[in-house]
């Protein structure tokens, strides 16, 4: 005779689909999870470049880097802070990114056969300057629609810019797919 409580296999699917809710609100808020059996944990990184900074576009298409992301860019990178940051700046997803030079090359040797083409051809590398900006190649900004108000966002290991509608946009989309309420696992 069976229980009023769950099997095994309903509290493991139970379990997944927790998980996964939980995984979708992780996503969000850039962080970084790590399965250590059969419990999740959250491990947030100081090295990780995240959050939304809403930015302007100067007169010469410059964005200026806000300190807190210079500081982990320079932590990545090994730098001090007498070293100029170098930095590839191209397109993916259909969004301005910007990589610290020895992140984009790690990337560039992992991607080895894969098709690779848009983020090579597009790539601008630069450094940045004594104000901590970035020059936005006038055919990216054009191509993303990138005029005045734009917001920068951490992906974790390089930022990614959009415009200020497209970021809205997507934050509603992104809003939508979130859960009312999600049951605490057990």
């Not at 900074?53 to 802070?81: A, C, M």
């Not at 790690?106 to 970035?134: C, F, H, I, W």
């Amino acid at each position: 005779m069976r229980s009023n409580g769950l099997n095994g296999e309903e509290k493991n699917h139970r379990k997944n689909s927790v998980a996964l809710t939980l995984l979708k609100w992780i996503e969000m808020f850039s962080a970084f999870v790590a399965i250590s059996g059969e419990r999740w944990q959250v491990v947030v990184s100081v090295n990780v470049l995240d959050g939304s900074h809403p930015l302007r576009l100067d007169e010469k298409d410059r964005l200026t880097i806000p300190s807190k992301l210079v500081s982990i860019i320079r932590e990545i990178e090994g730098l001090n802070e007498s070293d100029s940051i170098e930095v590839v700046v191209t397109l993916i997803r259909n969004r301005l990114a910007i990589f610290p030079r020895k992140v984009f090359e790690k990337r560039m040797e992992k991607m080895t056969g894969l098709p690779r083409a848009t983020m090579v051809n597009y790539r601008d590398s630069q450094s940045l300057d004594k104000l901590n900006r970035v020059r936005i190649p006038a055919m990216h900004a054009q191509v993303l629609n990138l005029v005045d108000d734009v917001v920068m966002m951490g992906s974790e290991t390089h930022l990614e810019v959009v415009s200020r509608q497209a970021w809205v946009k997507q934050a509603l989309e992104r809003m939508q797919d979130m859960p009312e309420t999600w049951e605490p696992l057990d």
